[in-house]
Antibody
Framework: QLQLQESGPGLLKPSETLSLTCTVSGGSVTTDSFLWGWTRQPPGKGLEWIGDIFYSGTAYYNPSLKSRVTISVDTSKNQISLKLRSVTAADTAIYYC??????????WGQGTLVTVSS | QSVLTQEASVSGTVGQKVTLSCSGDSNNIGSYSVGWYQQISHGVPKTVMFGNSLSSGIPDRFSGSESGTTAYLTISGLQPEDEAYYYCSTWDSTLSARLFGGGTKVTVL
């Protein structure tokens, strides 16, 4: 059974860089045709897609976040990573790692809460 | 504002059939099939359907369909445990982006 586990700091100050890692177990990030990505959910709001990446490195990003986001794959560690620069309080959310086979998401991580506060 | 449009809320009694809709355009629902995700009490989203296929472990009272640029999720025989938010999602070929609808809250009366 595929499992995805997010990890990273839960509290950041404004202007810092959010860095999260998703460790994949029970499967490989190098499996053909699958995208690995991040979706977030601000408190009390709906789901917002951040971006997806193929293990080859081809990445797709939410246009509204593209200037601040980088998603990468580490095949040696079977992990994907998210970096979101210059965070503000509006970036406070639960961040979910997910696997997708376009156009659907089939597996979700448990999510990790990131709070941005001074 | 979401590019995929969902009802804010839908309600029904136990055993009733309810249908949720998700409206898009030719660049998204008109080109790609839709996934539906259930989120109970703001917990982890669970994949309910992808296209017309049920995800593993999902009861067969859930079904999906699509017509043109609108997708539908039907719950036939609503149960108390179906009370949740439901989000639709698909890919958009023009934006090269994944889209989510704003979510529909299903209430079991």
């Amino acid at each position: 059974q595929l499992q995805l586990q997010e990890s990273g700091p839960g509290l950041l100050k404004p202007s810092e860089t959010l860095s999260l890692t998703c460790t994949v177990s029970g499967g490989s990030v190098t499996t053909d045709s699958f995208l690995w990505g991040w979706t977030r959910q601000p408190p009390g709001k709906g789901l917002e897609w951040i971006g997806d990446i193929f293990y080859s490195g081809t990445a797709y990003y939410n246009p509204s976040l593209k200037s601040r986001v980088t998603i990468s794959v580490d095949t040696s560690k079977n992990q994907i990573s998210l970096k979101l620069r210059s965070v503000t309080a509006a970036d406070t959310a639960i961040y979910y790692c997910a696997r997708a086979k376009r156009p659907w998401i089939d597996y979700w991580g448990q999510g990790t809460l990131v709070t941005v506060s001074s | 504002q979401s590019v995929l449009t969902q009802e804010a809320s839908v309600s029904g009694t136990v055993g009733q059939k309810v249908t949720l809709s998700c409206s898009g355009d030719s660049n998204n629902i008109g080109s790609y099939s839709v996934g539906w995700y259930q989120q109970i009490s703001h917990g982890v989203p669970k994949t309910v359907m992808f296209g017309n296929s049920l995800s593993s472990g999902i009861p067969d009272r859930f079904s999906g369909s699509e017509s043109g640029t609108t997708a539908y999720l039907t719950i036939s025989g609503l149960q108390p445990e179906d009370e949740a938010y439901y989000y639709c999602s698909t890919w958009d070929s023009t934006l090269s982006a994944r889209l989510f609808g704003g979510g529909t809250k299903v209430t079991v009366l």
